[in-house]
């Protein structure tokens, strides 16, 4: 009653039921073969609306498919849906400069096939949503013994449907703590891999530091834009491994003067402390310090459309 066969037949009966999608979409249920990447559009100064490195994040996507065994999808096809769905949410857009819009786009495969294997179609969705007024409270985080997000040549570095899976569980608990997000480390507990969904940054002798992408680490595009923007202010940046020994010793001593966390939710968001077995280390400041400041500062200038955007990283949903 229980055996292949028999879920598919009840996958069938759901479909006569009225839930179409789930009839092709065998892959994505079965083997978890779902690739999402985030978007965000702002409000600019001038009152028109720009994406956030659109091609960086539609090469994730497609990155996050080759290696789930997805088709590709062409920039023309996302960067049309992604617009139109702006297009549509825009009325919800508020007229503040910096104001934003999320998106997901979605790729799932395509399929009817109980064993899983290669798609060769897949569905694509683009959801949107008006977030919440960011939060913009400093976070704390903890580490947590008996869990870990990614591993080399596993998909932690992309982002992936299962991926994001791994650390809904994990993430209760942090907060169950009085934490925002769990401190992921490698499987030893020795290194420093992120700060829950996001990328970390550390201030460690003055040098801005971040954990290098060795394949467990998400490649971040706000972690890549601070880099960049570091780099062009004549800022040292380090991509090292980050041990986390030298943080905890070095938050205590005064050499680690500051974290924070990316994402393209949160922007460059101030940690303020860190946990690790059941003693909370706290940076000098509650608030942000002076770099994450900076760095805040300088991402936001770009999303307001208010600071030079060198990089040609926002691209209008129209051109004006
Ligand atoms: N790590 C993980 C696991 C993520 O899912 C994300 C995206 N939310 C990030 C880091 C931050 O990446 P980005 O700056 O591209 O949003």
Same mark, same amino acid.
Request: aromatic share 6%; hydrophobic share 40%.
């Given at each position: ?15 006569? *039921? ?23 559009? $702002? ?32 920039? !023309? ?33 395509? #399929? ?12 694509? $969705? ?20 008996? $869990? ?20 809904? +569980? ?16 490698? #499987? ?25 992408? !060795?394949?467990?680490?998400?490649? #971040? ?20 491994? +980050? ?22 939710? *949160? ?13 909370? $280390? ?39």
């Amino acid at each position: 009653r229980t055996g292949k066969r028999r879920s598919w037949q009840r996958l069938t009966v759901a479909d006569r *039921d009225g839930i179409p999608a789930l009839r092709h979409t065998a892959g994505a249920l079965l083997a978890g073969q779902t690739v999402v990447d985030e978007f965000a559009a $702002y409000r600019l100064a001038d009152g028109t609306v720009a994406v956030f490195r659109p091609d960086s994040h539609i090469k994730r996507l497609n990155n996050g498919a080759r290696r789930l065994a997805l088709p590709q999808v062409d920039f !023309d096809r996302v960067w049309s849906s992604v617009r139109a769905m702006i297009e549509l949410d825009e009325g919800w857009l508020p007229q503040r400069a910096g104001a934003s819009l999320r998106l997901r786009a979605v790729l799932a495969a395509d #399929g009817t096939e109980l064993t899983p294997g290669p798609a060769d179609h897949c569905l694509f $969705y683009v959801l949107g949503s008006v977030p919440a007024a960011a939060a913009k409270k400093p976070l704390k985080a903890m580490t947590l013994d008996g $869990y870990v997000r990614a591993w080399p040549g596993g998909t932690g570095d992309l982002r992936t449907g299962g991926g994001l899976a791994v650390g809904v +569980v994990p993430a209760e608990i942090a907060r169950n703590y009085g934490n925002d997000h769990v401190l992921w480390l490698d #499987g030893e507990g020795r290194h420093v891999q992120q700060i829950g969904e996001l990328n970390a940054f550390f201030v460690i002798d003055g040098v801005l530091t971040t954990p290098a992408l !060795d394949r467990t680490v998400l490649p #971040g595009i706000t972690r890549d834009s601070v880099v960049k923007l570091a780099r062009d202010a004549g800022t040292a940046v380090a991509e090292r491994p +980050v041990e986390l020994a030298e943080v905890l010793k070095g938050i205590a001593d005064g050499s680690v003067t500051e974290c924070f966390a990316t994402g393209t939710a *949160d922007g460059v968001a101030p940690v303020v402390s860190l946990g690790h077995q059941g003693e909370e $280390y706290r940076f000098a400041s509650a608030e942000a310090g002076p770099v994450t400041a900076r760095f805040r500062e300088l991402l936001d200038g770009i999303h307001r459309g208010e600071s030079v955007d060198r990089f040609g990283w926002m691209r209008r949903i129209t051109e004006v």
